[in-house]
T-cell receptor
Framework: EDQVTQSPEALRLQEGESSSLNCSYTVSGLRGLFWYRQDPGKGPEFLFTLYSAGEEKEKERLKATLTKKESFLHITAPKPEDSATYLCAVRRLLDSNYQLIWGAGTKLIIKP | DTGVSQDPRHKITKRGQNVTFRCDPISEHNRLYWYRQTLGQGPEFLTYFQNEAQLEKSRLLSDRFSAERPKGSFSTLEIQRTEQGDSAMYLC???????????FGDGTRLSIL
Protein backbone atom coordinates (compact mmCIF):
# COMPACT_ATOMS: atom_id res chain seq x y z
CA GLU A 1 0.00 0.00 0.00
CA ASP A 2 1.29 3.43 -0.91
CA GLN A 3 1.97 5.54 2.14
CA VAL A 4 3.82 8.54 3.52
CA THR A 5 5.47 8.34 6.94
CA GLN A 6 6.90 11.28 8.83
CA SER A 7 9.37 11.06 11.69
CA PRO A 8 9.77 11.92 14.43
CA GLU A 9 6.20 12.60 15.54
CA ALA A 10 7.49 15.43 17.72
CA LEU A 11 10.84 17.16 18.07
CA ARG A 12 11.93 19.56 20.76
CA LEU A 13 14.99 21.70 20.09
CA GLN A 14 16.73 24.58 21.74
CA GLU A 15 16.85 27.81 19.81
CA GLY A 16 19.81 27.62 17.43
CA GLU A 17 19.99 23.80 17.51
CA SER A 18 19.87 22.56 13.90
CA SER A 19 18.11 19.31 12.98
CA SER A 20 16.18 17.50 10.25
CA LEU A 21 12.67 16.17 9.78
CA ASN A 22 12.07 13.07 7.67
CA CYS A 23 9.33 12.18 5.19
CA SER A 24 9.65 8.69 3.76
CA TYR A 25 7.34 7.49 1.03
CA THR A 26 6.51 4.22 -0.66
CA VAL A 27 4.57 5.05 -3.79
CA SER A 28 4.47 3.63 -7.27
CA GLY A 29 6.08 6.56 -9.04
CA LEU A 30 6.47 10.08 -7.69
CA ARG A 31 5.07 13.10 -9.51
CA GLY A 32 5.88 15.59 -6.76
CA LEU A 33 6.47 15.98 -3.03
CA PHE A 34 5.13 18.97 -1.12
CA TRP A 35 6.12 20.41 2.26
CA TYR A 36 3.69 22.50 4.30
CA ARG A 37 3.85 24.26 7.65
CA GLN A 38 0.76 24.32 9.88
CA ASP A 39 0.30 26.53 12.93
CA PRO A 40 -2.30 25.61 15.59
CA GLY A 41 -5.81 26.48 14.46
CA LYS A 42 -4.64 27.44 10.97
CA GLY A 43 -4.60 25.79 7.56
CA PRO A 44 -1.40 24.36 6.06
CA GLU A 45 0.91 26.94 4.50
CA PHE A 46 2.80 25.87 1.38
CA LEU A 47 6.59 25.79 1.67
CA PHE A 48 8.21 23.75 -1.12
CA THR A 49 7.62 21.45 -4.07
CA LEU A 50 10.24 18.86 -5.07
CA TYR A 51 9.89 16.87 -8.28
CA SER A 52 12.98 14.69 -8.73
CA ALA A 53 15.71 13.00 -6.70
CA GLY A 54 18.62 15.31 -5.99
CA GLU A 55 16.49 18.44 -6.05
CA GLU A 56 16.88 20.96 -3.22
CA LYS A 57 14.85 24.04 -2.27
CA GLU A 58 15.67 26.68 0.35
CA LYS A 59 13.70 29.34 2.18
CA GLU A 60 15.22 31.27 5.07
CA ARG A 61 16.28 28.68 7.69
CA LEU A 62 14.63 25.77 5.87
CA LYS A 63 16.07 23.51 3.17
CA ALA A 64 14.19 20.60 1.62
CA THR A 65 15.94 17.73 -0.15
CA LEU A 66 14.63 14.70 -2.04
CA THR A 67 15.90 11.18 -2.70
CA LYS A 68 14.13 8.26 -4.34
CA LYS A 69 12.73 7.09 -1.01
CA GLU A 70 12.56 10.09 1.28
CA SER A 71 12.69 13.81 1.76
CA PHE A 72 14.34 15.78 4.51
CA LEU A 73 13.44 19.19 5.82
CA HIS A 74 16.58 20.64 7.34
CA ILE A 75 16.19 23.50 9.76
CA THR A 76 19.28 25.55 10.51
CA ALA A 77 19.61 27.64 13.69
CA PRO A 78 15.87 27.57 14.36
CA LYS A 79 14.01 30.30 16.21
CA PRO A 80 10.91 29.96 18.42
CA GLU A 81 8.75 31.25 15.57
CA ASP A 82 9.69 28.14 13.57
CA SER A 83 7.59 26.10 16.02
CA ALA A 84 4.78 24.45 14.05
CA THR A 85 3.66 21.13 12.61
CA TYR A 86 5.40 20.32 9.33
CA LEU A 87 3.44 18.17 6.88
CA CYS A 88 4.58 16.45 3.73
CA ALA A 89 2.37 15.19 0.92
CA VAL A 90 3.07 13.12 -2.18
CA ARG A 91 1.44 13.13 -5.58
CA ARG A 92 1.77 9.86 -7.47
CA LEU A 93 2.33 9.41 -11.19
CA LEU A 94 -0.76 7.25 -11.56
CA ASP A 95 -3.14 9.59 -9.76
CA SER A 96 -5.21 12.34 -11.18
CA ASN A 97 -3.10 15.39 -10.77
CA TYR A 98 -4.92 16.72 -7.73
CA GLN A 99 -4.68 13.69 -5.45
CA LEU A 100 -2.23 13.88 -2.56
CA ILE A 101 -1.20 11.31 0.07
CA TRP A 102 -0.43 13.09 3.33
CA GLY A 103 1.84 12.23 6.24
CA ALA A 104 0.66 12.79 9.80
CA GLY A 105 3.19 15.56 10.39
CA THR A 106 6.08 16.35 12.73
CA LYS A 107 5.37 18.76 15.56
CA LEU A 108 8.42 20.96 16.01
CA ILE A 109 8.90 22.92 19.23
CA ILE A 110 11.76 25.41 19.50
CA LYS A 111 12.52 26.50 23.05
CA PRO A 112 14.09 29.94 23.60
CA ASP B 1 -5.45 39.67 1.56
CA THR B 2 -6.32 37.50 -1.44
CA GLY B 3 -5.88 34.09 0.18
CA VAL B 4 -8.46 31.35 0.59
CA SER B 5 -11.24 32.45 2.93
CA GLN B 6 -13.48 30.13 4.94
CA ASP B 7 -16.56 30.92 6.97
CA PRO B 8 -17.40 30.39 9.76
CA ARG B 9 -14.14 29.74 11.59
CA HIS B 10 -15.89 27.79 14.31
CA LYS B 11 -19.23 25.99 14.40
CA ILE B 12 -20.77 24.31 17.43
CA THR B 13 -23.95 22.37 16.87
CA LYS B 14 -26.04 19.60 18.36
CA ARG B 15 -25.96 16.11 16.95
CA GLY B 16 -28.53 15.65 14.22
CA GLN B 17 -28.45 19.25 13.00
CA ASN B 18 -27.39 20.30 9.50
CA VAL B 19 -24.41 22.60 8.97
CA THR B 20 -23.08 24.46 5.95
CA PHE B 21 -19.61 25.88 5.43
CA ARG B 22 -18.45 28.35 2.81
CA CYS B 23 -15.12 28.64 0.98
CA ASP B 24 -13.95 31.52 -1.20
CA PRO B 25 -10.87 30.43 -3.19
CA ILE B 26 -8.10 32.62 -4.55
CA SER B 27 -9.81 34.46 -7.39
CA GLU B 28 -7.76 33.15 -10.32
CA HIS B 29 -7.81 29.54 -9.09
CA ASN B 30 -10.33 27.28 -10.83
CA ARG B 31 -9.45 24.14 -8.83
CA LEU B 32 -11.05 23.81 -5.40
CA TYR B 33 -10.62 21.04 -2.82
CA TRP B 34 -12.28 20.14 0.48
CA TYR B 35 -10.42 18.22 3.19
CA ARG B 36 -11.14 17.07 6.72
CA GLN B 37 -8.43 17.01 9.38
CA THR B 38 -8.46 15.55 12.86
CA LEU B 39 -5.91 16.15 15.59
CA GLY B 40 -2.51 14.67 14.87
CA GLN B 41 -3.37 13.65 11.32
CA GLY B 42 -2.76 15.02 7.88
CA PRO B 43 -5.67 16.33 5.79
CA GLU B 44 -8.07 13.71 4.43
CA PHE B 45 -9.41 14.36 0.91
CA LEU B 46 -13.18 14.84 0.62
CA THR B 47 -13.95 16.27 -2.81
CA TYR B 48 -12.58 18.24 -5.76
CA PHE B 49 -13.99 20.78 -8.21
CA GLN B 50 -12.68 22.04 -11.50
CA ASN B 51 -14.64 25.22 -12.10
CA GLU B 52 -18.27 24.28 -11.28
CA ALA B 53 -17.84 20.56 -12.00
CA GLN B 54 -17.39 18.18 -9.07
CA LEU B 55 -14.91 15.70 -10.54
CA GLU B 56 -14.13 13.49 -7.59
CA LYS B 57 -15.66 12.55 -4.27
CA SER B 58 -13.93 10.40 -1.68
CA ARG B 59 -15.32 6.92 -1.16
CA LEU B 60 -15.09 7.68 2.55
CA LEU B 61 -17.61 10.48 2.19
CA SER B 62 -21.06 9.42 3.31
CA ASP B 63 -24.21 10.57 1.54
CA ARG B 64 -24.78 13.01 4.41
CA PHE B 65 -22.06 15.18 2.87
CA SER B 66 -22.67 17.32 -0.20
CA ALA B 67 -20.67 20.07 -1.84
CA GLU B 68 -21.47 22.61 -4.51
CA ARG B 69 -19.67 25.23 -6.50
CA PRO B 70 -22.52 26.71 -8.52
CA LYS B 71 -20.75 29.44 -10.48
CA GLY B 72 -17.22 28.13 -10.34
CA SER B 73 -16.25 30.63 -7.68
CA PHE B 74 -17.16 30.04 -4.01
CA SER B 75 -18.08 26.59 -2.73
CA THR B 76 -20.27 25.25 0.06
CA LEU B 77 -19.97 22.01 2.01
CA GLU B 78 -23.09 20.77 3.77
CA ILE B 79 -23.28 18.04 6.38
CA GLN B 80 -26.74 16.71 7.13
CA ARG B 81 -27.76 14.95 10.37
CA THR B 82 -24.40 15.59 12.00
CA GLU B 83 -22.81 12.86 14.13
CA GLN B 84 -20.16 12.96 16.85
CA GLY B 85 -17.60 11.57 14.42
CA ASP B 86 -18.03 14.60 12.17
CA SER B 87 -16.16 16.76 14.68
CA ALA B 88 -13.03 17.91 12.86
CA MET B 89 -11.40 20.80 11.05
CA TYR B 90 -12.79 21.24 7.54
CA LEU B 91 -10.23 22.74 5.20
CA CYS B 92 -10.65 24.25 1.77
CA UNK B 93 -7.80 24.67 -0.71
CA UNK B 94 -7.45 26.02 -4.23
CA UNK B 95 -4.92 25.89 -7.04
CA UNK B 96 -4.61 27.37 -10.53
CA UNK B 97 -3.83 24.04 -12.19
CA UNK B 98 -3.80 20.42 -11.07
CA UNK B 99 -0.05 20.00 -10.56
CA UNK B 100 0.43 23.32 -8.82
CA UNK B 101 0.63 23.58 -5.01
CA UNK B 102 -2.69 23.78 -3.21
CA UNK B 103 -3.21 26.85 -1.02
CA PHE B 104 -5.31 26.39 2.07
CA GLY B 105 -7.71 28.49 4.07
CA ASP B 106 -7.67 28.47 7.85
CA GLY B 107 -10.54 26.02 8.06
CA THR B 108 -13.82 25.69 9.88
CA ARG B 109 -13.62 23.84 13.17
CA LEU B 110 -16.80 21.82 13.74
CA SER B 111 -17.73 20.64 17.22
CA ILE B 112 -20.71 18.33 17.71
CA LEU B 113 -22.31 18.41 21.15
Amino acid sequence: EDQVTQSPEALRLQEGESSSLNCSYTVSGLRGLFWYRQDPGKGPEFLFTLYSAGEEKEKERLKATLTKKESFLHITAPKPEDSATYLCAVRRLLDSNYQLIWGAGTKLIIKP
Amino acid sequence: DTGVSQDPRHKITKRGQNVTFRCDPISEHNRLYWYRQTLGQGPEFLTYFQNEAQLEKSRLLSDRFSAERPKGSFSTLEIQRTEQGDSAMYLCASSPQDNQPQHFGDGTRLSIL
